[in-house]
């Protein structure tokens, strides 16, 4: 049964930092592009970051870029999202999910949650002092 999960939420505090991970089961996530959504308190989900199913190239939305790196390990099945300087404007329920293979982060990229394949349950990051 193909299945993602998503943990490393909570609360931090501004300036604080969380590493997110997304575990794969049923499938190899390194045959997929993964792309990290978000989703905040009466907003639409909005794409965060992905990393291609080559490796070779990475999306940060501009409102992360030089705060959050994602990774991969594919000994684990696991993609990680490591977020610094977290603002309150993160707080979110964090999402990962899979892209058709060979695109790129085409989806994810154009913020087309609705191009994604799988997704996980999500994962809550509250930033708050």
């Known amino acids: 049964q193909v299945q993602l999960v998503e943990s490393g939420g909570g609360l931090v505090q501004p300036g604080g930092s969380l590493r997110l991970s997304c575990a794969a089961s049923?499938?190899?996530?390194?045959?997929?592009?993964i792309g990290w959504f978000r989703q905040a308190p009466g907003k639409e989900r909005e794409a965060v970051s992905c990393?291609?199913?080559?490796?070779?190239?990475?999306y940060y939305a501009d409102s992360v870029k030089g705060r959050f790196t994602i990774s991969r390990d594919n000994a684990k099945n696991t993609v990680y999202l490591e977020m610094n300087d977290l603002k309150p404007e993160d707080t979110a329920v964090y999402y990962c999910?899979?892209?058709?293979?060979?695109?790129?982060?085409?989806?994810?990229?154009?913020?087309?949650?609705?191009?994604?394949?799988?997704w996980g349950k999500g994962t809550l990051v509250t930033v708050s002092s």
């Open positions: 049923g499938f190899s996530l390194d045959d997929y592009p």
């Open positions: 999910a899979t892209e058709e293979p060979d695109h790129g982060c085409r989806a994810t990229t154009l913020n087309r949650a609705v191009d994604m394949d799988y």
């Open positions: 990393i291609s199913d080559s490796d070779d190239y990475t």
